[in-house]
Structure formats: structure tokens, C-alpha cells
């Protein structure tokens, strides 16, 4: 069974640019959700996908998108990147949306915005 | 809106202790609430799952309990181990999306 695997791990990038990142679905999970967690906080949510809709949003501004493809996977874009998002980036997958089912989190990307 | 505080942010402790982490919520309306581990530069590891009509759950040496109404949960970790060394981070489950609130998480130090 593999697990959550998330690409790139590492990535430097400049202010103003823009960035996707790409996760890959734990096999048979249909669900995927996405958080940001800044150097010694908790992760915070930025949304969910659920079979390629957006199924619930953090308090995120509209330049942190997303995208669910037919196989589950995901990916999360962020236009005109700030100082400020410079962070670890977690993918988690579910086999349903439904709260009861476990998350399993893949190893993250540290985005570090210059 | 869920607030969710863990008290203290850092713990150092002799192995073979016997130790309480805490987490505190402000909304009792959850729907469930979670343990996760987290090692430096790595993911998030699930421990334990309590769901809203449970009191505790057990894996182990570790054991969550839930008090809704009073906002609070405890993960004890019996006879500690180095290997327990790690980031502990509790988070909230609301009714709909998977949306969880997750607290700034205790550092956990376990000394040879």
C-alpha cells in the first residue's frame, strides 16, 4: 500500500511568483485536504477535495487554489506568493469526507518565499 | 470559532516516566478529536481517534480522554521511551468537511 507522497519536498521561491504543489493519494482514497502549517504552529486547513470538487475552505484568500484529478490526486497552486507563505505545505487523504475516516498525511513541501 | 490550546509548549522528562500531555477547546460541538505525532521536517502521524460519544481510547502505551464539556483532553503516555521524543498536536473534528482545528502542539523531550 503506498502512502501520501508529495512533490517537490524541498522549493525556493520569490515574492510575487507563482507555485503548485502536487500530491499523490494514499490508493483507494477519494478525499484530500490540504493545511499549511507555519514554522512552531499547528497546521491550519486550506480546503478539501472531494472526487475532484471542492468540498469546504479554511480562511484562505482566493489566490491558494486547487484541483482534484480523476485518479485523486492534487495539487495546490498559490499566486502572487508572499513572505508570509513561506511554510510547511501537508496533503492528507481519506478513503471518504465523511469526520470518521482516519487522515493519513504525507511528509509535507517547505515552500521558503524570498 | 474553534480555538484549540496546548499547555505546556515544551516538556522534558527522564525516560520511564509517566506523562499528560493537554489540549483545551473552546466549542464542545465537536465531532470528534484526534492525536497526532509529528516528527521534525516530517508529517503527521495519527495516534488516536476519540469520537464525540467517547470518553477514551487506548493504542498501547498511550491513552486519550475526552471531556466535551468541560473543553478538554489528556494524552498519558506510559513508561516513556527516547523514542517518544516528538512534536504532539491535538486537533478538533466539526460536523461536514474534514476540516480540523489543530492546537500549536506540545515538544516532547524523552532523556536518556
Known amino acids: 500500500e503506498t502512502g501520501v507522497t508529495q512533490s517537490p519536498t524541498h522549493l525556493i521561491k520569490t515574492r510575487g511568483q507563482q507555485v503548485t504543489l502536487r500530491c499523490s493519494s494514499q490508493?483507494?482514497?477519494?478525499?484530500v485536504s490540504w493545511y499549511q502549517q507555519a514554522l512552531g504552529q499547528g497546521p491550519q486547513f486550506i480546503f478539501q477535495y472531494y472526487r475532484e470538487e471542492e468540498n469546504g475552505r479554511g480562511n484562505f484568500p482566493p489566490r491558494f487554489s486547487g484541483l482534484q484529478f480523476p485518479n485523486y490526486s492534487s495539487e495546490l497552486n498559490v499566486n502572487a506568493l508572499e513572505l508570509d507563505d513561506s511554510a510547511l505545505y501537508l496533503c492528507a487523504s481519506s478513503f471518504s469526507a465523511l469526520n470518521n475516516s482516519p487522515l493519513h498525511f504525507g511528509n509535507g513541501t517547505r515552500l521558503t518565499v524570498t | 470559532k474553534q480555538e484549540v490550546t496546548q499547555i505546556p509548549a515544551a516538556l522534558s522528562v527522564p525516560e520511564g516516566e509517566n506523562l499528560v500531555l493537554n489540549c483545551s477547546f473552546t466549542?464542545?460541538?465537536?465531532?470528534?478529536l484526534q492525536w497526532f505525532r509529528q516528527d521534525p521536517g516530517k508529517g503527521l502521524t495519527s495516534l488516536l481517534l476519540?469520537?464525540?460519544?467517547?470518553r477514551e481510547q487506548t493504542s498501547g502505551r498511550l491513552n486519550a480522554s475526552l471531556d466535551k464539556s468541560s473543553g478538554r483532553s489528556t494524552l498519558y503516555i506510559a513508561a516513556s521511551q527516547p523514542g517518544d521524543s516528538a512534536t504532539y498536536l491535538c486537533?478538533?473534528?466539526?460536523?461536514?468537511?474534514?476540516?480540523?482545528?489543530f492546537g500549536q502542539g506540545t515538544r516532547l523531550t524523552i532523556n536518556p
Open positions: 466549542d464542545s460541538a465537536i465531532y470528534n
Open positions: 486537533a478538533t473534528g466539526g460536523k461536514g468537511a474534514q476540516k480540523l482545528v
Open positions: 476519540i469520537q464525540s460519544s467517547q
Open positions: 490508493s483507494g482514497h477519494n478525499t
